[in-house]
């Protein structure tokens, strides 16, 4: 952790109170967002003087961009680390274990983005600049198949990724009650306040992983589909005139883009 105006060679007692600082600064961002949140407040809770805050941080601004600087580096280590699938192995194991933890660094990222303003902006685009770079750096070692886009599949990782933050309540309130449970169990009639709980973490990590390892089609039919409606709809526009369609290819748009419960019909082997 960088601090903004520490000394060169700080005591211990000044590094322990920049981290006192900068987890209070996360936890009530995270909570109350930024314009919610007072320097008293932090000062508070980390148990050190507004005054030290300052004089290590500059500002609340540069506290806010010290907070988005650590998230965005531990998020993208985290990803870094997958290249070992030892070091995924102990990743999973401490975020389940330490779910208050990590809590923090979940809501203070959601808040970010929700909030918008320039620092939301900010930690979106150096996110997003981060999976571009791991997307380039796996497909090269071997670990990510080659992409025909690697800019629009880092932005699909980055923004599908950030999505389960954000609804994170959402998804809290559909689970809630049992860890079998689901929205078409009965049991989603919780608030979400809890967010994402390691009850929910531990179901949702497996299926998560299962899905970008084998995906959902048993063939490549949908993608050919795919390839030949969008070389289509390129090759019938002409120069210069608007196509006519009814909306942007979506979920909606079946022959572009089905609903991840279509699938191609089975083969009589399958139904034999």
Known sequence: MRSIGTPANPDRDDRD??????HAALELFGQNGFDGTSVRAIAAQAEVSAALIIHHFGSKEGLRAECDTFVSERLTRDRSEMENPARVQEGIEAWLREPTRYRVLLDYTARMLLDGGE???????????DTRTLVTEYAAGGLMRPVEDPDMVAML?????????V????????????AGGGPDSGSGDGDGD??????????MVLPTIDLYTHGLYRDDSILTATRAALSGAA????????????????????????PHSARPAPTPEETS
């Open 235 to 258: 090759g019938e526009a002409e120069p210069g005139t608007p196509e006519q369609a009814t909306g942007p290819p979506g979920p909606g748009h079946a022959s572009v883009t089905p």
């Open 119 to 129: 620092a939301g902006t900010a930690l979106f685009d150096r996110m997003f600049q």
């Open 194 to 203: 809890e967010g994402l709980t390691p009850e929910i973490l531990r179901r």
């Open 157 to 165: 990782l980055t923004t599908q990724g950030l999505s389960t933050l």
């Open 17 to 22: 109170s920049d981290e006192r600082i900068l």
């Open 167 to 178: 609804f994170q309540r959402h998804i809290a309130r559909a689970f809630a009650g049992t």
